[in-house]
């Protein structure tokens, strides 16, 4: 009896390359469960499978001639799985054109066509593999509104793995709701997936066996920082899940955030591991771990960040102020990532992608309706930078933290707008000019990894 049960997901840039994912599940057989994604892009292919599909939905959608769209998409699976046996590849051929044939009277096109590339990577991947094809449809689960429903498709999954031998592979980023119409996941959705699975496989874990979450990319682990911008970062052996969240923020992520959630409370390890090289150990995500002496920042990562600061005098001795602020806030949908106050200023930290048209209508209705006749506001972009780590829970290492990047960037002509941090948090955050992002997240990963 294995020693533990596997969950694997394999991503897009993985399932590019069905042969070497073969070998992986052909030599693991503690893989128990395999989620497969659309494969990504790859030599002659500089779109992802899923994209294709949207694209072709919206051109049948459009009344467009769709032909030449779809045989490419025929053309570039039967490529992919010319090792599958021709009997046993034609009949998934037919099936595939068949689902293409009902993207136009799907009730959402767009969803049900980008849901085919996992749909079709999977029951050709079990072909390749010689494992069971189980659809995402008979054990993911959504409710009227579309909302996962993670209870129910664990227990689905529960019930199909205890009447199942062997490995089975499963298609990630789709399933049905109450009336069996496909519901997708957001991008990234086959990492929850995953989580599903794993969470499954504990029903099914005998005595002493445990239950892992391996998730295979084209990284070799988590990076100390994105290595897209930073040079001579280190693959981190192990990080708490409060880390690899924290971090993920600032763009430096190779797991969807919600899989934490999906996983609370279950006690699986999540694994980064890397197809191209699956002997390396990657990256091991548990709830606590043992940190070093004297160990404060393991990970830096950056994003843009949009800001709306408000000047009022007086502002803080108004009753209700904030409150109409914030129902403002919340009637335009607007996600307040950091609010830092003050007596007389207030500023609120969002996500950089906020459209300019909510920026402007919620500018418009602070003056319509809370502001007085001579406040300010200003809107800008703003570089912030994560410096992330289990020992700036203690407050000395968080303090000498701060003073650290603190001369770090005076000494280097980069000025601070603001630093954000919480009592007993895992990270510090500074803010600073947007053109001076790049270079003070170089220059922080230099200073403490």
Same mark, same amino acid.
């Given at each position: 009896?294995?020693?533990?049960?596997?969950?694997?997901?394999?991503?897009?840039?993985?399932?590019?390359? #069905?042969?070497?994912?073969?070998?992986?599940?052909? /030599?693991?057989?503690?893989?128990?469960?395999?989620?497969?994604?659309?494969?990504?892009?790859?030599?002659?292919?500089?779109?992802?499978?899923?994209?294709?599909?949207?694209?072709?939905?919206?051109?049948?959608?459009?009344?467009?001639?769709?032909?030449?769209?779809?045989?490419?998409?025929?053309?570039?699976?039967?490529?992919?799985?010319?090792? +599958?046996?021709?009997?046993?590849?034609?009949?998934?051929?037919?099936?595939?054109?068949?689902?293409?044939?009902?993207?136009?009277?799907? #009730?959402?096109?767009?969803?049900?066509?980008?849901?085919?590339?996992?749909?079709?990577?999977?029951?050709?991947?079990?072909?390749?593999s010689g494992n069971t094809f189980v659809d995402a449809k008979d054990w993911v689960s959504f409710?009227?509104?579309?909302?996962?429903?993670?209870?129910?498709?664990?227990?689905?999954l529960s019930q199909i793995l205890q009447q199942t031998d062997g490995q089975i592979v499963t298609?990630?980023?789709?399933? +049905?709701?109450?009336?069996?119409?496909?519901?997708?996941?957001?991008?990234?959705?086959?990492?929850?997936?995953?989580?599903?699975?794993?969470?499954?496989?504990?029903?099914?874990?005998?005595?002493?066996?445990?239950?892992?979450?391996?998730?295979?990319?084209?990284?070799?682990?988590?990076?100390?920082?994105?290595?897209?911008?930073?040079?001579?970062?280190? +693959?981190?052996?192990?990080?708490?899940?409060?880390?690899?969240?924290? @971090?993920?923020?600032?763009?430096?992520?190779?797991?969807?955030?919600?899989?934490?959630?999906?996983?609370?409370?279950?006690?699986?390890?999540?694994?980064?591991? /890397?197809?191209?090289?699956?002997?390396?150990?990657?990256?091991?995500?548990?709830?606590?771990?043992?940190?070093?002496?004297?160990?404060?920042?393991?990970?830096?990562?950056?994003?843009?960040?949009?800001?709306?600061?408000?000047?009022?005098?007086?502002?803080?001795?108004?009753?209700?102020?904030?409150?109409?602020?914030?129902?403002?806030?919340?009637?335009?949908?607007?996600?307040?990532?950091?609010?830092?106050?003050?007596?007389?200023?207030?500023?609120?930290?969002?996500?950089?992608?906020?459209?300019?048209?909510?920026?402007?209508?919620?500018?418009?209705?602070?003056?319509?309706?809370?502001?007085?006749?001579?406040?300010?506001?200003?809107?800008?972009?703003? @570089?912030?930078?994560?410096?992330?780590?289990?020992?700036?829970?203690?407050?000395?290492?968080?303090?000498?933290?701060?003073?650290?990047?603190?001369?770090?960037?005076?000494?280097?002509?980069?000025?601070?707008?603001?630093?954000?941090?919480?009592?007993?948090?895992?990270?510090?955050?500074?803010?600073?000019?947007?053109?001076?992002?790049?270079?003070?997240?170089?220059?922080?990963?230099?200073?403490?990894?």
């Open positions: 009896m294995s020693e533990k049960f596997i969950a694997a997901k394999f991503g897009g840039t993985s399932m590019a390359k #069905p042969p070497l994912v073969r070998d992986i599940v052909a /030599n693991n057989p503690d893989h128990k469960v395999i989620v497969v994604s659309a494969p990504g892009k790859s030599e002659g292919y500089d779109v992802k499978m899923t994209d294709m599909l949207g694209s072709l939905a919206i051109a049948i959608v459009d009344g467009k001639d769709v032909d030449d769209m779809q045989n490419a998409i025929v053309e570039r699976f039967n490529n992919l799985y010319q090792d +599958v046996a021709t009997q046993e590849r034609l009949q998934i051929l037919e099936l595939l054109i068949i689902r293409l044939g009902q993207i136009a009277t799907a #009730p959402n096109p767009v969803d049900f066509a980008m849901s085919l590339g996992e749909e079709f990577s999977a029951r050709y991947f079990a072909a390749l409710d009227e509104d579309s909302n996962l429903e993670t209870v129910a498709s664990v227990n689905a298609p990630g980023f789709y399933g +049905v709701n109450d009336i069996g119409e496909r519901n997708v996941l957001p991008r990234g959705g086959s990492d929850i997936s995953g989580a599903l699975a794993a969470f499954a496989l504990l029903d099914v874990a005998k005595d002493g066996q445990k239950v892992e979450y391996y998730n295979y990319t084209d990284q070799n682990g988590v990076h100390s920082a994105d290595p897209r911008q930073v040079k001579d970062t280190v +693959v981190l052996p192990e990080l708490t899940e409060a880390e690899m969240r924290e @971090g993920a923020i600032g763009g430096n992520g190779v797991l969807e955030l919600t899989v934490m959630k999906v996983l609370q409370g279950a006690n699986i390890p999540i694994v980064i591991k /890397n197809t191209f090289n699956p002997d390396l150990p990657g990256t091991r995500i548990t709830k606590n771990r043992e940190t070093k002496k004297d160990e404060s920042v393991v990970t830096v990562s950056a994003r843009r960040l949009q800001t709306i600061s408000i000047h009022e005098l007086g502002m803080g001795e108004q009753k209700g102020y904030l409150e109409k602020v914030l129902s403002i806030a919340s009637d335009l949908d607007l996600s307040i990532e950091h609010m830092p106050a003050g007596q007389d200023d207030i500023t609120f930290t969002l996500h950089e992608k906020t459209s300019k048209k909510v920026l402007e209508e919620f500018d418009r209705r602070l003056k319509d309706e809370v502001l007085g006749d001579y406040a300010d506001v200003n809107i800008q972009l703003f @570089g912030i930078i994560y410096c992330v780590g289990e020992g700036l829970r203690d407050g000395l290492m968080r303090a000498k933290a701060i003073i650290r990047l603190s001369q770090a960037l005076v000494d280097n002509n980069i000025g601070i707008e603001t630093i954000i941090t919480h009592p007993k948090g895992a990270s510090v955050a500074v803010v600073v000019a947007q053109e001076d992002t790049k270079k003070a997240l170089e220059l922080l990963h230099r200073t403490f990894i």
